[in-house]
């Protein structure tokens, strides 16, 4: 189109010149006409401008709305891909929340699991302590009443023969009878003895009347312990519930220990303390001999002293660090 302008406008200048010319020779109606020419020449000129400037100025628009449309989806774009990256933290954060709950939920109900488990091996254990509380108890009234069955009644009974029988050796002159009464007495002595050592063991009455320091002393002094075993004794007088038998539980497993010094130890020193801190009534054994065979500090024995003390709501510990000896202790409270 730049071209046509081109060559329109050449054109118009020679009509124009022409035109000039016409006028300087006096053919004024030819030069008029040759103006009128350039004049539409000059027209259809300016038109096509105009034309092309519209069409530019289209063009130009037509380019400012593809910048538009294309800033408006580059906007969209972004704004898309921000929405997508936000949807993105919030799935992620809602997916943890759900997570940390679900895990948190898990382990609420697991740990719920673990403490209704705990209490009812708690419970368990506790049933079984009562149980063991009344079966021992049961079986220290029953030993109690055989101790007084033998003192009373056996032993009685024996004194009593023994009286005839001296009475009747008095009054027989005959050597051979009274030989025999003799022996007869030597074996109701030693009955009455039997029976006396027996119903203490079973019962010791110096436990009830004279407490449970005095109890131990006469157990160890009374025991038929090795002349090689020395006993070291460190004993407090102690405050124990009257109306539950923390007494006789203690005397019980000191007796058990003693016996398995005499028996098992092997030791050459034995060391029994009993002390009183506030509420609390310890009772101690150490010895120097080979040791417990059972390091875990299990066994029929000891399962049975842990029984007795537990019962009593009391606690056995049983020293693991020292390499020789055996070292024990046990506490319990006397409220």
């Not at 929340?97 to 609420?108: D, H, Y």
């Not at 009685?156 to 003799?182: E, F, G, H, P």
């Not at 016996?259 to 054994?285: C, D, F, P, W």
């Not at 055996?326 to 006397?334: A, C, L, M, R, W």
Request: glycine residues 6%; contains cysteine; proline residues 1%.
């Amino acid at each position: 189109m730049a071209e046509d302008i081109g060559d329109s406008m050449d054109i118009a200048h020679v009509l124009n010149n022409i035109a000039y010319a016409d006028y300087h020779l006096g053919n004024y109606k030819d030069a008029f006409i040759m103006l009128d020419s350039v004049n539409d020449i000059y027209s259809s000129l300016h038109q096509l401008d105009y034309a092309a400037n519209i069409n530019e100025l289209e063009l130009k628009f037509m380019d400012l709305e593809k910048d538009a449309e294309l800033a408006e989806l580059a906007s969209q774009t972004e704004a898309d891909r921000t929405f997508k990256i936000w949807l993105s933290v919030v799935s992620f954060l809602v997916v943890s929340i759900l997570g940390s709950l679900f895990v948190s939920n898990r382990n609420r109900l697991k740990n719920l699991k673990r403490i209704r488990e705990e209490e009812h091996l708690r419970f368990q254990k506790e049933k079984e302590l009562a149980a063991l509380h009344s079966s021992l108890q049961a079986l220290e009234e029953e030993r109690k009443r055989v101790a007084m069955d033998l003192h009373d009644g056996i032993g009685v009974l024996a004194s009593a023969a023994r009286l005839r029988v001296s009475k009747v050796n008095k009054r027989i002159d005959d050597a051979t009878l009274n030989k025999i009464l003799n022996e007869t007495d030597e074996v109701l002595n030693t009955i009455t003895g039997d029976v006396r050592r027996i119903a203490h063991n079973i019962m010791p009455a110096t436990l009830s009347k004279l407490g449970l320091k005095t109890a131990i002393e006469e157990l160890l002094e009374k025991s038929p312990h090795s002349m090689d075993i020395e006993f070291k004794l460190k004993l407090e007088e102690v405050q124990l519930p009257q109306a539950k038998p923390h007494d006789i539980t203690l005397y019980r497993i000191c007796q058990e220990l003693v016996n398995n010094a005499l028996k098992h130890s092997q030791s050459t020193l034995v060391e029994i303390s009993l002390t009183q801190k506030g509420n609390l009534v310890t009772l101690r054994y150490d010895d120097n001999g080979v040791g417990l065979s059972d390091t875990n500090g299990t066994g029929s024995g000891l399962d049975a002293m842990r029984s007795r003390i537990e019962s009593l709501g009391g606690r056995m510990f049983v020293d693991k660090s020292s390499k020789t000896g055996t070292h024990i202790y046990f506490e319990v409270s006397n409220g």
